[in-house]
């Protein structure tokens, strides 16, 4: 029996993997996806320092801006001060031209394949400037590459 249930989840998660990346051989791996915003983060990692507490500067994706957040004072995992790559999970705002950027008045992000997983995150979705406290990196780096495209 739990033979037959460990290779359920292997197809289960073999199906899902083909589907978001048909060309088996190119599927990119969690540390090379990640990469990506991780990168454009590091750029910055030493700015804004007091004690602990870190403040990033917004990183630029598509028409939009994502405030990515990783310190002892940010809803993130592990919630202390460490290098950018070592976050499982960071705090997330997000900006258009006019400010703050609400999940659900927009188009664009409810077009997002994530969307679901990015609206568990939220905190204060109907306040005028809500977070996303604990959203995988994984998460962000797709939020960042779709913003990016649209």
């Known amino acids: 029996m739990q033979i037959a249930s460990e290779r359920m989840c292997y197809n289960l998660l073999y199906d899902y993997t083909t589907s ?13 996806k990640t990469m990506i ?6 750029k910055q990692e030493s700015a804004n320092i007091n004690d602990d507490f870190r403040i990033l500067k917004a990183l630029k994706s598509g028409k939009y801006k994502m405030s990515i957040q990783g310190s002892t004072g940010h809803y993130c995992s592990p919630r202390v001060t460490l290098p950018i790559e070592d976050y499982d999970s960071m705090e997330l705002a997000l900006f258009n031209k006019n400010g703050w950027f609400h999940i659900t008045r927009s188009s664009v992000l409810r077009a997002f394949p994530r969307y679901n997983e990015l609206l568990e995150r939220a905190d204060g979705i109907n306040s005028p400037a809500p977070v996303f406290g604990y959203v995988s990196v994984d998460l962000i780096n797709d939020l960042y590459v779709y913003l990016n495209g649209a």
């Not at 915003?37 to 590091?42: D, F, P, R, S, T």
């Open 37 to 42: 915003v991780i990168q454009e983060l590091k």
């Open 20 to 32: 978001r990346y048909p060309d088996k051989h190119n599927k990119p791996t969690t540390k090379t």
